[in-house]
């Protein structure tokens, strides 16, 4: 176990365990034993979620495929976080940004002629975003975790410091695509950004280098 997954343990364990009262039993009379099970139920039932964010994007070549980066993020979160016996106990916040000047390039050499024409591009994207998005949504629910899912357009950086401040998650996790030194220069770094901006705590998950593929379109 990691460190990361050993404070994460240590934190569910002082966090998230119902405080329930002892009670003696012993020679109560049928029934009331009962109506303990109730309250003890209704107790843990009563214990809020913790609240995982998750921002997530596409591949580079287009929807819906999600991005290497993204995919092992949250593939992270579900192996490492998530126990199979503790998943009642979750919360999953998942967000989209779509950027205006990375969704939808295809279609610029069309024609637009009226208000009309930018409405139909604009739910197209929309359906796009929409089917990414189900991809970890449906994982989610066939592992019976609740979640929600988000999408907003604009700059990454900001939207996703925005989401937090609105939903104010117990953690925020992203991916990151473990650019080179060089590469780091000319491409603005979401999560470093983020990082520095949001107030809950923020774990990058770094991919493995042998998931680099070797045509960057193919992130």
């Known amino acids: 176990m990691t460190e990361v997954e050993t404070l994460w343990s240590n934190r569910m364990a002082e966090n998230e365990t119902p405080k329930v009262k002892e009670l003696d039993t012993t020679g109560d009379e049928p029934g009331k034993k009962d109506a303990l099970t109730k309250e003890i139920t209704s107790v843990t039932e009563d214990v809020p979620k913790t609240r995982l964010m998750i921002a997530v994007n596409q591949c580079s070549k287009g929807y819906p495929k999600p991005s290497i980066s993204s995919r092992h993020a949250f593939d992270w979160v579900l192996k490492n976080l998530i126990k199979p016996c503790c998943r009642k ?53 066939d592992l019976e975790i ?25 953690l925020l996790v992203l991916g990151s695509r473990g650019l080179g030194t060089i590469q780091s220069l000319f491409v603005a770094g979401v999560s470093a950004y983020v990082a520095k901006h949001v107030q809950c705590p923020v774990i990058v998950i770094k991919r493995d280098p042998k998931e680099i593929p070797d045509d960057p379109m193919d992130d």
Do not use: M, T, W
């Not at 950027?99 to 197209?124: I, P, R």
């Not at 979640?147 to 401040?165: A, F, L, R, S, T």
């Open 89 to 141: 106990q979750y919360k999953v916040i998942i967000l989209h940004v779509q950027v205006a000047d990375e969704d939808g390039l295809e279609e610029l050499d069309s024609v637009y002629a009226s208000q009309s024409d930018f409405q139909h591009l604009k739910h197209k994207e929309l359906c796009r975003g929409l089917a990414l998005l189900q991809i970890f949504v449906k994982k989610c629910n």
């Open 146 to 170: 609740e979640c929600e899912g988000y999408i907003k357009n604009g700059d990454p950086k900001e939207i996703i410091c925005k989401h937090v401040e609105k939903r104010k998650p117990d």
